[in-house]
Structure formats: C-alpha cells, structure tokens
C-alpha cells in the first residue's frame, strides 16, 4: 500500500483539528499536540482500485509572529493551508505560512482551504480577491468541518495529486 | 626631514640617485629579483622549515589544524546527505567498536556501579530492596537483563512514514504506522529544539522512555530502527540493532532512495529484523540447579535462534549470488525462491549443459543449501551446439576438431565411408546445428582394409546378418514413412549393413538382405499390400541414401500379418541371406 505524508498547516482557530477529525473520526495523539505541536492521524483511501494510506500532519501553533518548524514538512507530498472565512486576518496569515512553506519546498503542491463555509462570509476579502489569492495554490477547496461539506472531496483530492 | 628643498646638500642627491639606479627606489629591483625566485626558494625548504618549526614550538599544527578542520567542516555541510551516506558503513563499524569497548567497561564496572549509582531509579530500587528484605546488589541483578524486544519498525527517515514492522505479537502492531510518524515527528522536535545548527545528528534522540517501555532509536541515513523494548535491554543490543540498520541500508539501497510512499519492496526485511526480536525471560529464583537448567535453556534458545537468523540471511545472500552469477549457456534460470531453509531453483537445462551443481560449484556456490528442480530444453547456444558436437566427434577416435575462428570449426582425421556418412547424418540431427560452419575437407576416406583371415570375416559376416535378423521397424498406423522414434534403430542398421558389405566384398560373399515390408489386418487386402510394401521400399531408398549398395536389397510387400496383437503387424522386418566363403579354387576353377 502506498503511503503519503499531508501536512496541514494554517493560523490557530481556523479548524485545521476540526477537519482532520470530520475526516478520519477519532484523533490519535491528542498528548503530543501541546508538547510537540504536531497530531498525526491516518485515512485509507482508495483511488481507482489503489489504497492510498494518508498521514495527516495536523500542525498546531502556527501564526504570524510564531513561525513553525519546517522540518515538519520534509517528505510530504501535499500540504494544505487553511483559512477561515470568518477572519480577515487568517488570510493574510495563511499567505504567510505559504511563502515560509515555500522557501523550503517550493515544488511540493499546496491546497488552500477556506473553511467554515456554514457560516456568513464576513471577511472583507471579495470573491474576485480571493480567487486571485487562490492562483499560489496548486487549488481551492471550500469546506466546512462542522457540517462536513466538501471534506471527503478535499481529501480524495488530495489522494488523487499524491498518486 | 622630509623637507627636500633645493637648498638641501647636492653630495647627498647624487649619492641618492646612485642608489636609486642599483637597486632602484625603495629597494624595487631587490625585491623584483628575490620575488622572482622566492617559490623557487621557498619550495626548497618549506618541508624542513615546517619542520624545522613544529619541533621548536609546535606553532604549525596550530595554524594548520584549524584550518583543514574547517574546510572539511564546509564540504561536509555542503555536501552533508552525500558524505554520510558513503560514511555510514565505516562510521557503523566504528559505532560497534565504540559499543564493544564500552561494553568492556561496562562489564568492568558493574558491580561498582550497583554499589554506588545514586539515579532516581536507583533510589526507588533501593527503597524497594529495603521493602522485600533482599540485598540492593540483587534486587538490581533481578531487574537487569530481563527483557522483551516487543516491536521493531522501520521507518522512511525523510516522511516519517512505516517502512516495515514486525512485532513479537503481532495484536500489538497496529497504528504501528501512526506510532512511528510520531516518533519521527518527536524526532524532528527534539533536533529542532535542542540544536541550533541544521545537520546535528547527535542532538537527535537515542531512546524515549516511557513507563511501560523503552523506545530505542537508531538514526541511518535513509531510514530509523526503533525498538520498543519492555525491561531492561542488555547495552549490546544496541549493537544488534545498529547491525541490523545497516544491512538494511545495504540491502534495501535502492529502493530507499528512490522512496514514493510504496512499501512493497521492503516486504522481505522480516528476515532481517526478526533477529532483533530477542528477549531474556526472568529467571525463577529456585535453586541454583534450575537456574542453571534455566540459563542453559535461554542461551540455547537464543543460539539457535541466531543461527537459525544467521542461516536465513545466509540464504538470503546466497539466493541474490545465484540470481546475479553470469549466464550459462544451455541454462535458463526461471526462479529462485527460499523455503524451509533451502534455496529452491527452477531452470531449463540442456541435456548438454552442464549439470547445475557442477555450474553453481563453479562460482563458488555451496550447493548443500539448494535444492533444484530442472526441466530439459533444446538451447540454441552456439556453445551449447558446439559441446554436442564435440561429444559426437569424441566418439570417433581417428578424428579431431579444432576452433578456426568463432563458429568456425575444422574436422580432420580419417573416417570410413559408412562411418563419414553415419557421422554427417548424426551431426546434422543437431538442432542449431547451422549457426555453425563446419570445414570437413580435411576428413580423409581410406580404402576398406584387406583382412587376411578369410574365416574371421566370415564369421564377421554371419554375426552382423543375425543382428539384422534381429531388427525390427515399427510403423504408426496407415503411415509408410519411418517414425523419427525409429531412426536410432534405423541409424544401427545402416552401419551393420554397410560393414556387411565391406566384409562380403573383402572375402568375396554374396549377400541377400530381405527387407520385408508387413501391415496390420485393418484395411483390404489389397490396400495392405501396398502399403507393407510401401513400408519395406522407404527403408530401402533410406538405406541407399546411406550409402548401402542398392543391389543387396530385396525389399517385399508381406501385407498383413495374422497376429494376435494386431498392432505388431505394422512393421519392416529383416533378414539376411549369405552364401558360404568361396575359396579361391572356387573362383578360379
Ligand atoms: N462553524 C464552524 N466552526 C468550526 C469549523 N471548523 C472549526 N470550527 C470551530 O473553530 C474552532 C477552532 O477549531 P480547531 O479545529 O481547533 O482549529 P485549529 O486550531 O485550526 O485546529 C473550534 O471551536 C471549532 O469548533 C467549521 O467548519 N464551522
Ligand atoms: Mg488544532
């Protein structure tokens, strides 16, 4: 079986957890998410008859001023950066995780994710800004993790660039 | 001073401008000259001043030292992935040679440690040898050296990803892909936060401690071992797993670099990472005798444990030494595959091949470990054509054959004419056979040789007739041709009859040879004449062909036999009528 490493990065609160969980049901290293910074889960796919094994890097404490440890990322196939449509500011920071994502691995597709779609938009980013922004990304995906919409397909996707 | 106006001395100037032009101003042409030669000069002695120095004051090692160390240090950053992968294998001898001399220490020491160790551990230790009444020394005794290695992963170093996992109990492996993307990512925390550098292997961590286990980590290049361990793992253990690492760095060096998420090809490292999974089981405290028996029965288990290990990677290397020895010609090797504790091959041989053993032998290949199940096949080799018909020819004394050139081959020698054409015949059968040029000009055909002993060749005569008597053709059903299955017989017959006319016509015999042609009952009468008779003339143009004088032939059409066992019927059969020795009064009456 094939597996691959997703990491998922993003500002705190814009429910990078919340998704993983909605995905895979059940978080495995809950202790290590305050010490290290890092939750890993898994997820099993299959893409046209192939089982791929995601391992999802659910990476905490990222924000502007605090910077991550790239080293998270070596290896990875995919990382996704999530925002949150209810905050002007998680764009902004989200833009700046990517640039620092990156100066390390350039070449390693990244997904934006803008979340918490069952709630009013009330950023002040229009669609047009957004969609501009979204052309750094290898693509957008708008998801919910509270009702679940769009989830699975984020992740297939995912799946399906990491064949 | 620096005041040079016209009032100032003339005697000085010119003595100035003498000067000026012998060596120039500022001593310019001294110094042109002496820079000109000063490589020259120095390279002259620069071995013996370096020398020379270091004995006075030791001040060169100082200059130099610094300085090769920093160089090495700059072309090992930059080429860090590089220089530690080529390292890794002599930096793992050195790390076994560091835990060997360690382990010497440690054995050394031992008592005194348990004596006088202080740690948090060794306190709650003594507080617990204090509780059950035991000495201190033996509490520790009974704590060390009993343990259990209950899992082993193996991880893809750059993704964190499970490579492979095999577990003293198999229950407990799951999530065993989560455990060791932790692990990596704990890994990466702990270099990230204790080191400032980027390529510090040594701040990464060595082992986790846990309450229940003990997780022990070895770092390779590409990939990381980590033991979970219950008890106290014996320091030499780590020896083994270090071992262990490195064979699957070299073993698996490919794939781990090419690395895409598919873990197929580290499928069959179980081998190597089972040895890994020993463990020490706490002994009963009841009598020295039992624990003796105990002891024994531990150390025997584990030997037998490791030898067996130790055989299944000796068969492994052997398996990949038969994969990649060179081909043979005239050998196909299908597969090889390992199984209760032998290799077991598969191949295509050429009945003129080689046997397997002896090719195997020939590489240096112990064959006590390898069973082999072959299947014969014609190769068209020119190697192979070749050594068939070198043993072909080896039956003929009288000739020899010699290589002109690649697929050139010359026989020579002297040969009878009946002997030559048999010979012809058989050497054509061989399949392939044109891919060969072969020059028989210089095979040379005598005259028969006269026998003086007329009764001799007489008796000749009759003892070649009977065993033509003796022969019989078999035909298939409603077939009039010789069967192929036949042609050894047939091939037999050709010789006899030719030595037959040799000798007939050396003492001067009259020789009759019936070649009688006979059917089955199937079929009319009539159809059954022509055919038996069909059968004997075949036979008897094949004979001719083969050089048999066609005026001793007398082929008949039988038609079909009264035989019980109908199929009997379809053959030729013979029989030879000689004339008695004429002597030469008869000839010359
Ligand atoms: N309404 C809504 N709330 C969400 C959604 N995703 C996350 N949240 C909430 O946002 C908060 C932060 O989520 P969390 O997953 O911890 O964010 P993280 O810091 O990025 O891991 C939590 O209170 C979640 O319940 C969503 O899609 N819709
Ligand atoms: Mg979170």
Same mark, same amino acid.
């Given at each position: ?53 995601? /391992? ?41 995780? /990517?640039?620092?994502?990156? #100066? ?20 002040? &980013?229009?669609? #047009?800004?957004?969609? #501009? ?18 989830? #699975? ?7 399906? &660039?990491?064949? | ?46 071995? %013996? ?126 999530? @065993? ?11 990466? $925390? ?42 106290? @793992?014996? +320091? ?28 197929? +090809? ?33 150390? *025997? ?5 490791? !030898? ?20 043979? +010609?005239?050998?196909? *090797? ?42 014969? $096949?014609?190769? *068209? ?24 050139? @690649? ?9 009878? @004419? ?36 007329? !009764? ?41 009859? !030719? ?85 030469? %009064?008869?000839?010359?009456?």
């Amino acid at each position: 079986m094939n597996q691959k490493k997703v990491c998922i990065l993003g500002p705190t609160g814009v429910g990078k957890t919340s998704l993983v969980k909605q995905f895979v049901e059940g978080i495995f290293s809950e202790k290590y998410q305050t010490t290290i910074g890092v939750k890993i889960d898994k997820k099993q796919l299959s893409q046209n008859g192939n089982d791929v094994q995601l /391992l999802l890097w659910d990476l905490e404490g990222i924000d502007r001023y605090c910077g991550f440890n790239p080293r998270y990322l070596r290896g990875a196939t995919a990382y996704i950066v999530v925002v949150d449509q209810t905050r002007s500011q998680s764009l902004l920071e989200g833009l700046d995780i /990517l640039s620092m994502a990156r #100066e390390h691995y350039p070449d390693t597709p990244a997904f934006f994710v803008v979340n918490k779609t069952d709630l009013p938009t009330s950023w002040h &980013w229009s669609e #047009e800004e957004v969609n #501009e922004h979204a052309k750094s990304f290898t693509s957008l995906i708008k998801t919910s993790a509270k009702t679940g919409d769009n989830v #699975e397909d984020l992740f297939s996707t995912i799946a399906f &660039w990491a064949q | 001073m620096t005041d040079k106006g016209p009032t100032s001395a003339p005697v000085d100037d010119s003595l100035d401008k003498i000067r000026e032009l012998l060596i120039g101003r500022d001593d310019k042409y001294i110094e042109d000259k002496l820079n000109r030669n000063a490589k020259g000069v120095v390279s002259g002695v620069v071995s %013996e001043a370096l020398l020379d120095r270091e004995t006075k004051d030791g001040s060169v090692n100082k200059v130099l030292v610094p300085l090769v160390e920093k160089s090495l240090h700059r072309s090992i950053e930059a080429n860090s992935d590089k220089i530690v992968g080529t390292l890794y294998p002599l930096v793992g001898t050195l790390v076994r040679k560091a835990v060997s001399a360690f382990l010497v220490d440690f054995v050394e020491k031992t008592n005194a440690l348990i004596e006088h160790s202080l740690s948090p551990k060794s306190i709650t230790w003594r507080f617990k040898a204090w509780q059950s009444g035991v000495r201190y020394s033996d509490y520790v005794a009974s704590q060390v050296y009993q343990y259990q290695v209950q899992q082993l992963f193996v991880i893809h170093r750059e993704t964190g990803t499970l490579l492979h996992t095999v577990s003293s109990d198999p229950q407990k492996s799951k999530d @065993a892909d989560l455990i060791s993307s932790m692990l990596v990512a704990i890994n990466d $925390f702990v270099a990230d936060a204790f080191s400032p550098s980027k390529a510090a292997y040594d701040n990464e961590l060595g082992e986790i401690k846990t309450d229940d286990f003990t997780l022990l980590i070895n770092l390779g290049p590409q990939a990381i071992l980590v033991a979970a361990v219950i008890g106290s @793992a014996p +320091p030499e253990i780590r020896g083994k797993f270090q071992l262990a690492l490195e064979e699957f760095h070299q073993f698996y060096q490919k794939p781990l670099l090419e690395y895409k998420g598919d873990n197929r +090809p580290f499928e069959g490292c179980g081998t190597l990472l089972n040895d890994c999974l020993v463990s020490e089981k706490k002994e009963a405290k009841q009598g020295k005798k039992k624990r003796l028996a105990g002891t024994l029965l531990v150390v *025997l288990a584990i030997v037998s444990l490791l !030898t067996l290990a130790f055989f299944r990677i000796e068969l492994a290397l052997l398996q990949n030494n038969i994969d990649t020895l060179p081909p043979e +010609p005239g050998i196909v *090797l299908s597969r090889t595959e390992i199984n209760n504790g032998k290799i077991h091959l598969r191949l295509l041989r050429d009945p003129a091949a080689p046997s397997a053993r002896e090719w195997l032998r020939r590489y240096g290949v112990e064959t006590d470990d390898v069973s082999i199940s072959e299947s014969s $096949f014609v190769s *068209l080799h020119n190697a192979v054509i070749e050594t068939k018909l070198l043993n072909l020819i080896s039956a003929y004394p009288s000739l020899s054959i010699a290589r002109e050139e @690649a697929n050139n081959l010359r026989l020579s020698g002297s040969i009878s @004419a009946a002997q030559y054409s048999l010979l012809l015949q058989k050497v054509n059968a061989i399949p392939g056979i044109s891919q060969l040029n072969i020059n028989a000009n210089n095979i040379t055909i005598p005259p028969v040789a006269t026998d003086n002993s007329a !009764t001799l060749s007489a008796a000749l005569a009759k003892q070649i007739a009977s065993e033509v008597s003796g022969i019989t053709l078999n035909f298939k059903k409603n077939q009039n041709t010789l069967a192929v299955s036949e042609m050894e017989k047939f091939n037999r017959l050709t010789l006899l009859l !030719t030595q037959l006319q040799d000798v007939a016509h050396q003492i001067n015999l009259s020789v009759a040879v019936f070649i009688m042609g006979a059917s089955d009952r199937s079929g009319t009468t009539a159809k059954n004449k022509t055919l038996s008779r069909a059968r004997a003339d075949n036979v008897k143009n094949l004979l001719v062909s083969n050089g048999v004088d066609e005026s001793l032939l007398l082929p008949m059409g039988l038609g079909s036999l009264p035989l019980n066992e109908n199929a009997m019927g379809r053959t030729v059969f013979l029989n030879v009528l000689i004339s008695e020795a004429k002597t030469t %009064e008869d000839k010359n009456p």
